[in-house]
């Protein structure tokens, strides 16, 4: 066999050997390769990724109400579900108003919704010290609009990851 014939068997072997390694980084799979959790990613139960993406994040209200919904309140005990699994994190609960109104007004009402989610969450036995809650009344809308569609989604309480306990 002449030298070539050699180098291009070596280089077949290489790439063989390659191919049957148990390692998913050597293909360039990374940490998540075969369906593995990436620590962090929203596959990861213990993350604030999955958190927002998969128990959710938010709940919706009715114009000038506080009153939670049957569906925000299957929302917010898997989110009660959640902080109680995992201790280690305190929460932000952001109230928020649609357009409508005056900014006192909203102001207030975010107030309340934010307040009406924190008491769901202290019911199901999330410690109080770990929940605080601002409002923003109108002062931060996702969608800027004049229609009820659009106000409907600035209606809302948002619980968001503000930490961990652990410093």
Request: aromatic residues 6%; charged residues 15%; neutral net charge.
């Amino acid at each position: 066999m002449n030298v070539l014939g050699k180098v291009i068997a070596l280089g077949a072997l290489g790439v063989m050997a390659a191919c049957t390694n148990n390692d998913p980084s050597a293909l360039g799979g990374g940490a998540g390769g075969n369906g593995s959790i990436v620590p962090g990613s929203p596959s990861d139960p213990r993350s604030p990724a999955y958190f927002q993406q998969t128990v959710g994040d938010r709940v919706l209200f009715a114009v000038d109400q506080s009153t939670l919904s049957p569906q925000a309140q299957t929302v917010l005990q898997g989110q009660a579900d959640w902080l109680l699994a995992n201790p280690d994190f305190v929460a932000t609960i952001e109230g928020h108003a649609d357009e409508q109104g005056t900014r006192e007004y909203n102001l207030g009402l975010g107030a309340k919704r934010a307040n009406a989610a924190r008491e769901f969450l202290i019911s199901r036995g999330v410690a109080g010290n770990r929940l605080t809650t601002v409002s923003y009344g109108k002062e931060r809308p996702i969608e800027i609009c004049s229609t009820e569609d659009c106000y409907s989604k600035n209606r809302r309480a948002v619980t968001v990851l503000t930490g961990s306990t652990l410093g």
